[in-house]
């Protein structure tokens, strides 16, 4: 009788190396056991070994035994994935026309993908032993005899040998002849590299600790949040509050309930700039209670990052702040996520997985039945629209804490300005003589504008040529630092020419202003005492740079900061008294339907950097537009107003929030090429009937050319983007393309350049 053949055991793996799906692989019976949904595993593909993340013990494809393959080996003994991310990583796949592989390649850090170990220091202790084996040990070796007696004085205490050698002065031949003689034990310990371990500390009383009475309506805003917590499911909130009106208070109470109910908490700031400020709130809040804080975003090095995962993935840590990609952190029994500044675009990754990581972060709430708590003094109006149909709920925050008034806004009108000049000048009359009174009062000042650079563009006076990128269709940007045009968009970069490359003329001019002229400018009105320093993305490359600036600001070292975006939102100066915008409807000259919500939120938000400490704020609003509805409503941050104008354009238009937007990419090297098959497209498109959407193009994008490629795309507004891409992606699986034309979908599109 023949012998029954055992079954192996099977578990399905999502592999990482160009396949969307998964494949069904045998576990040898050694190595089974130590396998969960999440395990990081090697596996062969192919002629290949690759990474893969097990998604299932129990497959529905069973192969053939003999085209079975196994499982080398498990790459990480804790699950990269839990259950919920795996589920999670599904969803963004599905949702977002994702594949998986870049779906679970933007969850597990490069780091733990790659295996990378603690990092680990050696450590020594001495070996107390008689005086008689010590004379018969080292009775030849005075050098090891007196690093013994200094050890000895230690009493026994571990300490790291190489930082001990340095400091007492003894090589490591010398500690590794005790360590073989037996007088010195030594083991590995791990080093915990955290981010931001040198954050400082002032300011933290009177920003975290101060509010030891809550005001009428953080308490009622705390009490419905908490009732969100006990009720242990799903709910989303807006908390809506003024600048300066406490929200961060009442996050930090909404944590204390979540971690007092063993929760994990997730806290997702916009910008990476905004991550120092907010992590060194909350460890001086939580660290003195025991939790560990950890950070989470992209420009952590990859030891900081791998160390934060273990962390969470251990349970040692149970809050995590980060930027988008840190809705993916493996936080242990997520009880409550925080987004704050929900409306900001950062949100929105703009590369392949095309997430929104603020949906994200309400649908993880929701597989965790947890509570997502949104928050922004100028929501966005997708969340308007979802707390109008009762899909979120909302709490109010309208007034300042400590009765603070809102800043003064004045709008100055640069169409005036210019005409009492023959060059159209930078900053107004009124903001200069603003300045000075600040700086003579000892109060300090931002100006904001929303672009890089010393000047926008070089051109020729004589024939009116621009200096573009080689290979993006965009001006390139003069900096005076290195004298050195950049492309902002590939990076491309080339001294400033002298003279005109078109015609050879010697009239070369410099249009249009950026920080680095802001700067600049400032300097030269202001008294020779007066510091002034420029934040940008300039100034972002070396690593602590700006948390230094940020640091002397808050300490009163600089007089005026000039800045883009990164400093008109979160960040909190209680001697700022006074905000400057220039070019305040620059936002609007975009091609862009959100420009008008985009340039309200940005407005509100920057003003909303004056006057949070004890004295008066005052806004000088710069515009050549200031009958712009969004511009007016600002002026008082006139939300609900704003809101419902804004609201009812798109109503009529049937745009976003009242219906998706998915963007349609086409690009390739040649011009003519790529513009063919997006025509083709439409034409497919036309002639198949989709159903429930309305189809925008082909154009080319306003930035038709980027990198070297170039660029067409169309629009599908739609009700449903399941129904929508499943009818995308059918079409398209029959639709034959060229392999040198690319194209990608991007749902819930924010950027259409």
């Not at 705390?222 to 406490?246: P, Y």
């Not at 703009?350 to 997430?355: I, L, T, V």
């Not at 080689?470 to 950049?486: N, Q, V």
Request: net charge positive; proline share 4%.
């Amino acid at each position: 009788m023949k012998r029954e053949e055992k079954i192996p055991n099977l578990v399905e793996v999502l592999p990482l190396g160009g396949f969307d799906h998964p494949l069904t692989y045998g576990a040898k019976q050694s190595l089974y056991p130590s396998l969960q949904v999440g395990s990081l595993v090697r596996i062969p593909l192919g002629a290949r070994r690759v990474i893969g993340v097990v998604s299932s013990l129990e497959p529905e494809h069973i192969p053939p035994r003999e085209k079975l393959r196994f499982i080398s080996n498990l790459v990480q003994p804790e699950p990269v994935l839990s259950a919920e991310l795996v589920n999670l990583a599904k969803w963004v796949s599905s949702y977002y026309a994702s594949s998986l592989e870049n779906t679970l390649g933007a969850m597990i850090p490069a780091s733990v993908r790659d295996g990378m170990s603690a990092k680990t220091r050696r450590m020594i202790e001495v070996n107390l032993v008689s005086d008689e084996k010590i004379n018969n040990l080292l009775a030849r070796s005075p050098k090891q005899l007196e690093a013994y007696s200094k050890l000895k004085e230690l009493r026994g205490k571990r300490v790291d040998a190489v930082e001990w050698e340095k400091n007492e002065g003894f090589s490591s031949v010398v500690i590794d002849g005790l360590v073989k003689k037996g007088l010195v034990k030594q083991s590995v310990a791990e080093v915990e590299r955290t981010a931001y371990a040198d954050q400082w500390s002032e300011g933290t009383d009177d920003t975290v600790d101060s509010l030891l009475e809550l005001t009428n309506e953080q308490t009622r805003a705390t009490k419905e949040i908490f009732e969100d917590l006990n009720s242990g499911k799903f709910h989303t909130r807006l908390l809506q509050g003024v600048t300066g009106s406490g929200k961060t208070e009442v996050y930090c109470q909404a944590m204390e309930k979540a971690l007092a109910s063993g929760g994990g908490v997730l806290f997702l700031v916009p910008e990476v700039a905004l991550a120092p400020q907010t992590v060194d709130r909350l460890r001086a809040r939580f660290g003195k209670h025991g939790e560990q804080v950890v950070v989470w975003h992209s420009h952590l090095s990859a030891g900081e990052r791998l160390d934060a995962w273990r962390n969470l993935a251990q349970g040692k840590a149970r809050i995590v702040v980060g930027a988008r990609s840190a809705v993916f952190a493996p936080v242990m029994n997520l009880r409550l996520v925080v987004v704050d500044e929900e409306h900001e675009p950062a949100y929105k990754q703009e590369d392949a997985p095309r997430y929104h990581g603020r949906d994200v972060a309400v649908y993880r709430s929701y597989l965790n039945q947890a509570v997502c708590l949104l928050g922004s003094a100028t929501p966005s109006l997708e969340t308007a629209r979802n707390v109008e149909c009762e899909k979120y709920q909302k709490s109010v925050l309208s007034q300042r804490i400590d009765g603070r008034e809102l800043p003064l806004v004045h709008l100055v009108d640069m169409r005036r300005e210019a005409l009492k000049q023959k060059v159209p000048p930078i900053l107004s009359q009124q903001l200069v003589e603003a300045l000075r009174q600040r700086y003579e009062d000892c109060e300090q000042s931002i100006l904001f504008l929303n672009r890089r650079g010393f000047n926008t563009t070089l051109f020729c006076t004589d024939c009116g040529e621009v200096e573009q990128c080689r290979d993006c269709s965009i001006a390139m940007t003069y900096h005076r630092t290195d004298h050195f045009l950049h492309c902002h968009l590939c990076g491309y970069r080339k001294p400033a020419p002298q003279i005109c490359g078109n015609c050879q003329s010697l009239e070369i001019r410099k249009k249009g202003h950026g920080t680095q002229r802001i700067e600049d400018v400032v300097e030269s009105v202001m008294p020779k005492r007066a510091r002034v320093v420029r934040v940008d993305a300039d100034v972002m490359t070396k690593k602590n740079l700006f948390r230094q600036i940020l640091r002397d600001f808050r300490q009163g070292e600089i007089d005026v900061l000039v800045g883009t975006q990164m400093i008109a939102k979160g960040l909190d100066f209680p001697r700022v008294t006074l905000v400057g915008v220039i070019d305040a409807d620059l936002p609007l000259r975009m091609e862009d339907f959100r420009a008008s919500e985009r340039a309200f939120q940005i407005l509100v938000q920057v003003a909303g950097r004056a006057g949070r400490g004890d004295r008066a704020g005052e806004v000088y609003v710069q515009t050549y537009a200031p009958h712009e509805s969004c511009i007016q409503f600002s002026r008082r941050a006139e939300l609900d107003a704003f809101l419902e104008e804004e609201l009812s354009l798109r109503k009529e238009l049937k745009y976003p929030p009242y219906r998706h937007l998915i963007r349609h990419v086409f690009r390739g090297r040649g011009e003519e090429k790529t513009r063919f098959y997006a025509d083709q497209w439409r034409k497919k498109l036309d002639s198949s009937q989709v159903s429930g959407v309305e189809i925008k193009g082909p154009a080319a994008t306003p930035l038709a050319k980027i990198k070297g490629y170039y660029r067409y795309h169309l629009f599908y507004l739609c009700s449903s983007v399941n129904h929508t891409l499943s009818q995308i992606q059918k079409i398209r699986s029959e639709f034959p393309i060229d392999k040198e034309i690319f194209d990608y979908l991007d749902v819930d599109a924010h950027q259409v350049s």
